[in-house]
Each structure stands twice: as structure tokens, then as C-alpha cells.
């Protein structure tokens, strides 16, 4: 089959492309493109398709994994990989401690519940608090990564169940 006759089969199946690109995309803009996606693949790898197959079913693979593809682009194209060596950027505090705060707190009542918790949980939340890496605890503490994560942890947990009457 010659390019000029496969090209003309393609184009008989253009209305069930249409439907087909506008139930993915909900967007003439973002359809059209589809089509057109689809349309240069198919002319492109003509010499893959088998006379006699199914040309719809073939066409909607190409049309439907194309939409899968770029659907995965846009959503990389969004997502922020953290590449550095103990995910400084992730890790980093990127807003003020202070802006974050309720002002309308009573210092001296959570200062009170936080000084109930043993001491070294504390300490260890507040090197985390204080930006320091589970690593970089662990090693100015003398003590194993998972009792620094575990430490953390359980001061959370302590400081949530001191101030529950407060947070609500």
C-alpha cells in the first residue's frame, strides 16, 4: 500500500478520531493537537501496521497512548525532583518560623506543657526544628538514625496530646 493510500484510509477515520480526542482532551485546542500527534505517528511508522488488522483499533492505541505520554510530560513538567544530597531543598525552611505562628497563643501555658516532656525528646525535635538533618542529629547526639527519627516522632506526638484541649 503506498503512502498516498494509506494517508486516504487514515483520513476515512477522522470523525472517530474527532470524538475520540475531544472525549480525552475536553479541549478543541488540546484535541486538534492530539490529531495531529496521532495522524504523523501513524503516517510514520506505516510499515507497522498489517493489511487486513483492524485500522481503528490501531489508530485508537496510538491516539490513546500519545494522550497518556503527554498527560505524564505535563505532570513531570510540574512535579520538582530533589536531587541533592539529603534533599536540601525539601529540607530547607523556606518561610520564617515566626510568620507561621498563632499570636494569639499563651506562651507560658505551652512553654509549661512542652517542659513536661522528658527533655531529650525535646532536644531532638528541636535540632529538627531547628534545621538540622536526622544525620546531622544522630551524629552530634552519639545516637542510632532510627532513635533520632523515633525521638522525633514521639515529641510530636507528646506535644499533640499535651495541647489537644489547646488546638481545639
Do not use: C
Not at 503516517?43 to 503527554?70: E, H, P, R, S, V
Amino acid at each position: 500500500m503506498s503512502t498516498t493510500e494509506f494517508s486516504e484510509l487514515i483520513v476515512s477515520h477522522k470523525s472517530f478520531l474527532n470524538q475520540l480526542a475531544m472525549k480525552l482532551t475536553k479541549s478543541v485546542d488540546d484535541s486538534d493537537d492530539l490529531i495531529q500527534d496521532t495522524l504523523f505517528k501513524a503516517l510514520k511508522n506505516k510499515d507497522k501496521y498489517q493489511d487486513g488488522t483492524n485500522l481503528k483499533g490501531w489508530l485508537y492505541t496510538i491516539m490513546k497512548n500519545t494522550f497518556i505520554n503527554n498527560y505524564r510530560k505535563k505532570k513531570m513538567q510540574n512535579t520538582f525532583v530533589d536531587e541533592t544530597e539529603n534533599k536540601y531543598f525539601i529540607n530547607s525552611k523556606e518561610s520564617d518560623k515566626d510568620s507561621n505562628t498563632d499570636y494569639r497563643v499563651d506562651h507560658q501555658y505551652l512553654m509549661k506543657q512542652i517542659d513536661s516532656i522528658d527533655k531529650y525528646y525535646v532536644d531532638t525535635f528541636m535540632m529538627h526544628y531547628n534545621g538540622y538533618k536526622y544525620e546531622e542529629i544522630a551524629e552530634i547526639l552519639g545516637i542510632p538514625l532510627g532513635t533520632v527519627k523515633s525521638r522525633i516522632f514521639l515529641a510530636r506526638k507528646k506535644m499533640m496530646d499535651k495541647l489537644m484541649d489547646y488546638r481545639f
